[in-house]
Antibody, heavy 120, light 112 residues
Framework: QVQLVESGGGVVQPGRSLRLSCAAS????????MHWVRQAPGKGLEWVAV????????NYADSVKGRFTISRDNSENTLFLQMNSLRAEDTAVYYC?????????????WGQGTTVTVSS | DIVMTQTPLSLSVTPGQPASISCKSS???????????LFWYLQKSGQPPHLLIY???NRFSGVPDRFSGSGSGTDFTLKISRVEAEDVGLYYC?????????FGPGTKVDIK
């Protein structure tokens, strides 16, 4: 079955970096755009970033632009989110999600999420 | 950014009764390709969201047919024909016609 498993979350000090991973299985990973979405404690959903099926295009929320980088390794069926210059407001559960399309259409399957806490 | 609003924000429903959630966008979600990029998700307590409806009215794989979506342009509705206990949770609409994708604030549905 289609599965997305995030990892790499943890507690990190403000200004430091963290790299999240999302291991995909059960579908042709290289045929789908992929997203990161986050949810701060007790809050709603915030879209973070998208990358096209072949890695040729990316797009970011303004809140993370210039600090976060989305990437993918289709040979390893893995999605990444490099998070630099972390701030307290980046504290959230981070979900990876598959797109319906090769580029961007909408999110269909979501992972269970990994928690990032930015605190001194 | 496109602003998504939902009403009501909270809904208490008797099992077996219908429920309806409205979602409005600040701009039309109709694309020149003919598709309308409006999605509905349900997030149960302690779980990630899961897709119910895509592109306004298409039920995702495995979604019961008591869930239906309708609407056009900027006004959309999610209907549950007969609410069951397992339908409790937060319902979100999302637009994906334009970056950044944006979500509504969520509608909390519980059982009376």
């Amino acid at each position: 079955q289609v599965q997305l498993v995030e990892s790499g979350g943890g507690v990190v000090q403000p200004g430091r970096s963290l790299r999240l991973s999302c291991a995909a299985s059960g579908f042709p990973f290289g045929s789908h755009g992929m997203h990161w979405v986050r949810q701060a404690p007790g809050k709603g959903l915030e879209w973070v970033a998208v990358i096209w099926y072949d890695g040729s295009n990316e797009n970011y929320a303004d809140s993370v632009k210039g600090r976060f980088t989305i990437s993918r390794d289709n040979s390893e069926n893995t999605l990444f989110l490099q998070m630099n210059s972390l701030r307290a407001e980046d504290t959230a559960v981070y979900y990876c999600a598959r797109d319906l399309a090769v580029t961007e259409d909408g999110l269909d399957v979501w992972g269970q999420g990994t928690t990032v806490t930015v605190s001194s | 950014d496109i602003v998504m609003t939902q009403t009501p924000l909270s809904l208490s429903v008797t099992p077996g009764q219908p429920a309806s959630i409205s979602c409005k966008s600040s701009q039309s979600l109709l694309h020149s390709d003919g598709k309308t990029y409006l999605f509905w998700y349900l997030q149960k307590s302690g779980q990630p969201p899961h897709l119910l409806i895509y592109e306004v009215f298409n039920r995702f794989s495995g979604v019961p047919d008591r869930f239906s979506g309708s609407g056009s342009g900027t006004d959309f509705t999610l209907k549950i024909s007969r609410v069951e206990a397992e339908d409790v949770g937060l319902y979100y609409c999302m637009q994906s016609i334009q970056f950044p994708f944006t979500f509504g604030p969520g509608t909390k549905v519980d059982i009376k």
